[in-house]
């Protein structure tokens, strides 16, 4: 079973590989995914010991090790998948949104998730953008 997995996976790798890069990231993609919902998981497990730790902290009333140790869990597995849906935005050419962190359309004016207006201020963007113009201007 063990073997056909190796296998399968080779194949799979192989086929990947050899397709041009647009499926490539779509593979890439694909992996982020499956991790990005582990990793979400991974918090809402640790959200629900979070809470069980305020409460026993605050019947204590005192700074409980494991509530603080749990509150910098999260905040580490939040940044995880912030990093992984940061990727999956770059590989499909979307965006986070500032309000739900949902991955939205890159030319999206509201998020499809909240709702909220998206507003495109970072300098990161503007580079973009005059990288954009540069090229219009060679052509
Ligand atoms: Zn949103």
Request: glycine share 2%; hydrophobic share 35%; with cysteine.
């Amino acid at each position: 079973m063990a073997e056909f997995f190796k296998n399968f996976t080779k194949k799979v790798t192989d086929v990947a590989s050899n397709v041009k890069s647009k499926a490539k990231d779509t593979y890439d993609v694909t992996r982020l995914k499956i991790d990005l919902r582990k990793k979400e998981a991974d918090l809402d497990l640790c959200f629900e010991r979070l809470g069980r730790a305020y409460y026993v902290n605050t019947q204590k009333g005192g700074n409980d090790e494991k509530l603080i140790a749990l509150l910098e869990k999260a905040k580490n597995i939040s940044d995880e998948i912030l990093n992984l849906k940061n990727k999956i935005a770059v590989a499909q050419n979307k965006r986070i949104c500032d309000h739900c962190a949902s991955l939205i359309d890159k030319d999206a004016t509201y998020c499809e998730n909240c709702g909220q207006k998206i507003v495109v201020a970072s300098k990161e963007q503007e580079n973009e953008f005059q990288v954009e113009v540069i090229i219009e201007d060679e052509e």
